[in-house]
Nanobody
Framework: QVQLVESGGGLVQVGGSLRLSCAAS????????AGWFRQRPGKEREFVGG???????YYADSVKGRFTISRDNAKNTVYLQMNSLKPEDTAVYYC???????????????WGQGTQVTVSS
């Protein structure tokens, strides 16, 4: 069983940066892949990026080059560093985890509660 808690969301201006954290419980989290998703107002939840247990990363085209995912297995935490933020990045951001890599909601069995990110112009 894995429980996830996101933090770090907030209000930021266009072009600014935020770092989201996803703290996980469970001694085996270091063997799990993790993903970040977001749900923009009026839109379906979408994949942002993911990281394997060995720290291989992959991203959606919309955030590639601006967002970076990393993990600290000693702290059971995954991070989403977001730079050059745009108004269209405004969304609730969710952390997810599972044994295998994926890009779809259905491939992740564990989810956090979400954290709001608002980018103001």
């Amino acid at each position: 069983q894995v429980q996830l808690v996101e933090s770090g969301g907030g209000l930021v201006q266009v072009g600014g940066s935020l770092r989201l954290s996803c703290a996980a419980s469970g001694r085996t989290f270091s063997t799990y892949a993790a993903g970040w998703f977001r749900q923009r107002p009026g839109k379906e939840r979408e994949f942002v990026g993911g990281i394997s247990w060995s720290s291989m990363t992959y991203y959606a085209d919309s955030v590639k080059g601006r967002f970076t995912i990393s993990r600290d297995n000693a702290k059971n935490t995954v991070y989403l560093q977001m730079n050059s933020l745009k108004p269209e990045d405004t969304a609730v951001y969710y952390c997810a985890a599972d044994r295998n890599l994926g890009r779809r909601d259905s491939e992740f069995g564990y989810w956090g509660q979400g954290t709001q990110v608002t980018v103001s112009s």
